[in-house]
């Protein structure tokens, strides 16, 4: 059985298993939701680096989610409270990962002063964000690699007053 997610934030050690876990919850987990064709257009592990997924990492304000010491998910939080990531590996998911890394993103956008939480959520991510107070704002259709997906934006209010 799985221990309980620690978090932390990102080191720059942890690109590696961040990109893996990325690729698998695109690529295992969010299978069951879209297309072959819309999966190969988001993940696109071709296209991408460690050293460059790394330097994204660091640049946002990302956090890391352990499970037994291993690397189980990671998110981020900007200032205004967006969330631009939360993936979490398939053989974890369900476990209290995501519910975990939400928290501590959570905490952290109201130590940074947002007053509102968004992120742009997958068809696979809705119903967990929905679950955490989160509302649909818009569905959207974005284009990755020529391939149209469909997310939505999704928003939580951190404060007393309701989002724009």
């Known amino acids: 059985m799985s221990g309980v997610a620690r978090i932390r ?23 069951a939701d879209y297309s072959p064709e819309q999966i190969a257009a988001w993940a696109r592990p071709e296209d991408r680096s460690v050293a460059e997924w790394d330097a994204r990492r660091r640049s946002r304000n990302t956090y890391v989610a352990l499970v037994d010491d291993e690397v189980a998910g990671f998110s981020d939080v900007s200032a205004a409270g967006y969330v631009d990531m939360m993936f979490v590996a398939s053989r974890h998911a369900g476990g209290g990962v995501a519910t975990a890394l939400l928290a501590a993103l959570e905490e952290e956008a109201r130590a940074l ?32 690699a020529g391939v149209e997906l469909v997310n939505f934006r999704m928003v939580k209010t951190l404060g007393g007053s309701p989002p724009d």
Do not use: H, W
């Open 9 to 31: 934030p990102y080191r720059r050690g942890d690109a590696a298993a961040t990109l893996a876990v990325f690729l698998d919850a695109v690529t295992v987990t969010a299978a």
């Open 113 to 144: 002063g947002a007053t509102r939480l968004f992120a742009d959520v997958s068809i696979t991510a809705r119903p967990f964000f929905a679950r955490r107070g989160f509302t649909v704002q818009a569905e959207q259709r974005p284009v990755r």
